[in-house]
């Protein structure tokens, strides 16, 4: 009970940072549309009324919905925050705390995204209202959307522990956000954020499908928009990999953070 009441402490003190800062919150949630809406004019442009990588110009329409919402909902920017607390001293405040200082970036992190997911889900509803042919394939399928939730929920933890990891680097380099940019990236690419998997050649959608890339949005983006349905092997090989991509970043995390706190030293914060 007393972990519960610190955390429902945590979660009010974010919605009230929140709600303080709602207009930036608002900015940067529109600002997060450009990409994933310049990609689908660029694959609506090339395809006209054919078929590319098996996806008709509705397809594309519906899958970069989908990304935009995905992307939304698990996009992870602890990264820049730890790096800043770590260089500037001020993580020291943290961990004099009676919470591990991840719990505070975690509270944070479920505070926006219920935040975008109240403000994105009736958005897409409505347009799926007015024209049924954006309606997710999951919606009609409680079991595909109950198995769509699940792999939103392995990619929060898959790119939060990634975020965070990358952040740690901030205990032996000033660089750890320019390396993020690197791996962001190979992500853009990889995890189907610019373009469908398929539309890549099949040596690199390889790759991407075993290393923590399409497990974080590509995976989910194919649940919600029905292209896993009726291939329940492709579905479970996606939570296994998802499963086993967490249990190596719990190893590293611990390792990293250890190593890590022997390593800092800050003297105010």
Partial sequence: MNWWYK?????????????????ESLIWMIGSFIQPIVSL???????GNGVIGGYSAIDYVVYFIGVLVVERL??????WELDSEIRQ????????????PMHWSIAQNIVYKLFFAVLLIPAWLVLAWIWPALRPAAAADAGLMGLALLALLGSNIL????????GMLAFWTNRATAIFALYEALHLFLAGRIAPLSM???????IASWFPFYSTVGFPVDLLTGKLAGRPDLIVQGFAQQAVWIMILIVIFRFQWKRGLAKYSAAGG
């Fill in 89 to 100: 001293g001020t993580l020291s405040a943290k961990l004099l705390r009676p919470f591990h």
């Fill in 7 to 23: 955390y429902t402490m945590l979660l009010r003190v974010e919605w009230a940072v929140m709600m303080a800062y709602r207009s």
């Fill in 41 to 47: 004019s660029v694959w609506l442009s090339i395809t």
């Fill in 159 to 166: 790119r939060y522990l990634t975020g965070y990891e990358f």
């Fill in 74 to 79: 698990t996009r992870s920017w602890d990264v």
């Fill in 200 to 206: 890549f050649p099949e040596p690199v959608a390889l």
